[in-house]
């Protein structure tokens, strides 16, 4: 998030698109639910379910999934046409407004066109582009929804051309804000977790921060950027990744075409898995270590606003188990090197050093409720909001940015649109969440379909049925509503009963490398 | 702005009532509905006061302070009151708190212990509601409940599900989900706000009925590992057991305001799974066998050494985790960038 949760009821206008905040983001959710109530806040929401969120906004609008550029494109074309654009910001702080309204202002973007492309009424879009350009202060919420498609890169792009020619960037209770969907997903890519940058988004490719890691851990470094989770996958499959080493993670179920992913774990020389369970993805190990849950052991978390926060032992791990780290300095020192930390705050205090934007995030200075991102030194007091008076980069530069349909559309032989997700009682793949009995029992496997297209194939509500697509079947229960587009199915990936990623396209965006999740084409059938 | 409590001189913020004067000084006046994230209610009225100046006595909850306001929040009339107020609240139920779960952290018997109430003077709860055992996580014992109406403020302005609410009138008014269906068959998401709020035993932690009492358990704050919200809470811990018995949600929190989702508040059955490994594992003839620590190590150092040695270091690749701290996906970087000598390193953010 370019902003923090607190600034949520600063904005007067919030866009949710590609976001079911109540189900994957309950208490921010919870937020902009009292912003509503509080009458300070208008929101639109617009998701080809009706998702909770819409009972609270001022306008829902159900789009076709992957239409999104289309959609704000549409919104950016009316707030130029209408002048309720931020011309000062626009003059100030962006550049390459030319070429961008140059695509903006195509034909092909008009209220009428983008009707046709995205399944909004056109006098709808029209309503929205008002209400959010008007807006003194908006901000925009997003996840997956958003970033999971073949066009993610662009999808992204977008939402912040948006807020940008609004000038809703770099103020408080602004701005472009991904709701990141893991407890540490942030601080994962914060601290490198990503084969294109070292911590704190140096990037490998760049000679000084190459120079800078390697004299500080006293060794040569490579640098080509690395292999992304998808590409791993691949190449197990081909024969050109020999060994996986796979901390805490469960690509079984969610990688996209589980046929492929299952075949390319069959194929890889030897894989080492490190969790709390035999999960899925760990019967394919050949060598398995236990770790350390959460509750067992110190360290920190880096959440959605960019917060870290200490997180706190709670109770001793069972015999026999050891912390990540120990785990991974053990590995490191059987492989010849020489690794020292003897507890956890060690490896923080070389994080302070080597991280720049955690430069002042301390052990000791930290406190219970954290700093926030960047701080790069100890007098220095954290960031709320990202951007303020100038960006990151100088000028915020606007690109223009086309219209691309997704990889695959529905056919006669698979009519519909399937789109994935998650559902409020679970979590990502189900590895902490379903040992709770009771979630289980509030929620299990399920293919939403509209009461329309189940009428048409006389499908009944629980009634299982099979879901296929060109990689793969599986059979689920029905959920029929009328909160959900014609045309579209939604499947959530948590279950290893009815795993929707056996069904999912695995193309990718050719830069962000993220799998089309949230559009494939699909058909149901009856099981009888 | 000075205030006077008990003729001693307290320096009061503008913005503030004098209950909020009193216990932000550490000084204890019994109040039932008020609760600083749900507000002024003025409701239950065991707060009252006098204040100089002013007719008959004040509820202190919803009483803003004025410079050189007197106030006396123990005289025998103010106390008197205070008892027939907290004496009704406990004759209208059945507030056992012999094997109450909320026994020792019930706002009610605290209100009781100061004013020094042994038992009820009354008989007026008369058996009428059943437990509501429906919801999976949640249990409704309403003949527990003091109407103070916290939890239903908490779910329709704090988490702003709107399910709870006040249904009939007078003696019979009762909270009802939904118009009045079992909490179970609502619409109730069981973020568990309700449970946080309530100050009596009416809305309790199913999973930890039976589990201890809130004396014997320790509290350790942290933060969910659940979404990325990064909500922090108490666990609340059995230390003979050393198992988790239930989290609450930490009030002053930035990120949370003390509230938490479904999963964060219930579902930590995953720590203390029967399930969990407990011992390196190596795979021989296709099945998982024990090993020590050292084997295991050793086997992982030595296979993906030679697998560097003869194919070179970009045939192996990397998983970091979005579960795990920052410092631990720090180290697991510099494994895969260092030792192995590879950007082969990914997780699951696009996923």
Known sequence: MTNDIAGIKKADVILIIGSDTSAAHPVIAARIKQAVREGTTKVIVIDPKEI????????????????????????????????????????????????????????????????????????????????????????????????????????????????????????????????????????????????????????????????????????????????????????????????????????????PDQKHVIAAMEKVDFMVVQDMFITETAEFADVILPAAAYAEKDGHFTNTERRVQRINKVIEPPEGVKTDWEIVQLIANAMGSDWNYETVKDITKEINQLTPQYGGITWERIGRFGLQWPCPNEEHPGTPYLHKGKFARGKGLLSPIAFKEPDELPDEEYPLILTTGRVLQQFHTGTMSRKTEGLNNLAGPMVMISVVDAEQMRISNSEIVKIATRRGEITAPAFVTKRILQGVIYIPFHYKESPANVLTNPALDPIAKIPEYKVCAARIEKVL | MIVYLNGKAYKAKPDETVLQLALRNGIYIPHLCYHEKTGKAAKCRACVVEVEGMPGLKTSCNLPV?????????????????????????????????????????????????????????????????????????????????????????????????????????????????????????????????????????????????????????????????????????????????????????????????????????????????????????????????????????????????????????????????????EENFVFQKLIRKEVGTNNIDHCARL
């Not at chain 1, 000038?167 to 804000?177: K, P, S």
């Open chain 1, 52 to 255: 909770v969120m819409a009972d609270y906004a001022e306008i829902y609008a159900a789009h076709r999934p992957g239409s999104d550029v289309a959609v704000m494109n549409c919104m950016m074309q009316e707030i130029l046409k209408n002048g309720w654009e931020d011309k000062e910001y626009i003059k100030e702080r962006l550049e390459g407004f030319e070429e961008f309204k140059a695509e903006i202002m195509k034909e092909k973007y008009s209220p009428e066109n983008v009707e046709i492309l995205s399944g909004i009424k056109a006098e709808t879009l029209r309503k929205i582009a008002e209400l959010f350009g008007k807006a003194k202060t908006a901000s925009l919420y997003y996840a997956m929804g958003i970033t999971q498609h073949t066009t993610g890169r662009d999808n992204v792009w977008t939402t912040a051309n948006l807020q940008m020619i609004c000038g809703n960037l770099g103020v408080e209770g602004g701005g472009v804000n991904p709701l990141r969907g893991q407890s540490n997903v942030q601080g994962a890519c914060d601290m490198g977790g990503l084969p294109n940058v070292y911590p704190g988004y140096q990037k490998v490719v760049d000679a000084n921060a190459q120079a800078k890691f390697e004299k500080a851990w006293n060794c040569k470094l490579d640098n080509k950027t690395g292999i992304t989770v998808t590409e791993m996958i691949d190449g197990a499959y081909d024969g050109t990744v020999k060994a996986l080493y796979v901390m805490g993670e469960n690509p079984f179920l969610s990688d």
């Open chain 2, 66 to 326: 004025s410079d050189g306001m007197y106030v006396t929040i123990n005289s025998e009339k103010v106390l008197q009151a205070q008892r027939v107020v907290v004496d009704l609240a406990l004759s209208s139920g059945q507030h056992d708190c012999l094997s109450c779960e909320q026994n020792g952290d019930c706002e009610l018997q605290d209100a009781a212990y100061y004013l020094g109430i042994e038992r009820p003077s009354f008989q007026l709860y008369d058996d009428k509601y059943e437990m509501d055992d429906s919801s999976e996580f949640i249990r409704v014992d309403r003949s527990k409940c003091i109407n103070c109406g916290r939890c239903v403020e908490g779910c329709n302005y704090t988490v702003v599900n709107e399910v709870l609410n006040f249904g009939n009138r007078g003696f019979e008014t009762k909270i009802v989900f939904d118009g009045d269906l079992p909490m179970g068959t609502s619409a109730c998401v069981q973020c568990g706000e309700c449970v946080q709020l309530c100050p009596v035993g009416c809305l309790i932690d199913k999973r930890a009925i039976g589990s201890g009492r809130v004396w014997e358990l320790e509290k350790v704050e942290t933060v969910c590992p659940y979404c990325g919200v990064g909500c922090r809470f108490e666990v609340h811990i059995d230390r003979k057991r050393e198992k988790i018995v239930r989290v609450t949600g930490v009030e002053d929190s930035p990120t949370n305001n003390g509230m938490l989702c479904v999963k964060g508040r219930y579902g930590f059955d995953f720590v203390n799974s029967e399930e969990r490994l407990t011992s390196p594992l190596i795979k021989e003839n296709g099945k998982f066998k024990e090993a020590s620590w050292d084997e295991a190590i050793s086997l992982v150092a030595s296979k993906l050494s030679s697998l560097k040695k003869e194919f070179g270091s970009d045939s192996i690749a990397g998983l970091a985790s979005a579960k795990v701290t920052n």
